[in-house]
């Protein structure tokens, strides 16, 4: 089964931040040498939208697509508009499976990094 | 020299969310020995404020602050809005050292994390 990552971001007004993930995305794909692609899309503010970019995996012949939100807080783009959006792309695609992971800000590891980016300013 | 952690989130309408940033700081606060204490701020929509915050602070006697941005992408809230509170806090005292870190976004170990997220979907 070929699978795909995508990972979701807020998306921002500023081309640089937007950018920035996609440096993270490209980054990943390097990291990520299970999957057969690792492409991003954009909540808001940006291109591509979550539906678009799902579809283009689809098209592409992706079996599996394993959605990964760039988040850190559990708020309304994480519990209801995320997974709104993915659901009207896989209501068309019963075939396909597409799984949302938990947002990034849920990872143990989080308060560890925190700690050694406050350690930056010793 | 007593040093203080300040956690800043973007704050939630959604309460669970800001309540998530609390239980992180309260994390933060067990793990992070090196400071006096590590408490947390919302840029809007949740209280504290950044200016509240750091001012509660530094009236408890703090001498060095480390803010610690919360946030993933270096959107106009990183870039500008987090320092301008800062700021307006640290032009009446500036015998206090109030120094911000980058955004938790631009953390090598960012990557890896993602793809141990990623990996939960197997």
Redesign the interface.
């Known amino acids: 089964m070929t699978t795909h990552?995508l990972?979701v971001?807020?998306g921002?007004?500023?081309e640089?931040?937007?950018h920035?993930?996609k440096i993270?995305s490209s980054?990943?794909g390097f990291?990520?040498t299970?999957?057969a692609s690792v492409s991003y899309a954009f909540l808001e503010l940006a291109e591509p939208g979550i539906p678009d970019a799902l579809r283009k995996l689809i098209h592409s012949g992706a079996e599996k697509i394993?959605v990964?939100p760039?988040?850190?807080?559990?708020?309304?783009h994480v519990?209801d508009d995320i997974p709104a959006e993915v659901e009207s792309v896989r209501k068309d695609h019963p075939d396909v499976k597409i799984?949302t992971?938990?947002h990034?800000?849920s990872?143990d590891?989080?308060?560890?990094?925190?700690?050694?980016?406050?350690g930056?300013?010793?």
């Open positions: 990552m990972l971001a807020h921002s007004r500023r640089k931040s937007n920035e993930v993270l980054k990943l990291l990520a299970d999957y394993v990964v760039y988040f850190l807080a559990a708020g309304r519990v799984v992971v938990p990034l800000g990872m590891g989080i308060p560890r990094l925190l700690l050694q980016l406050a930056l300013a010793h």
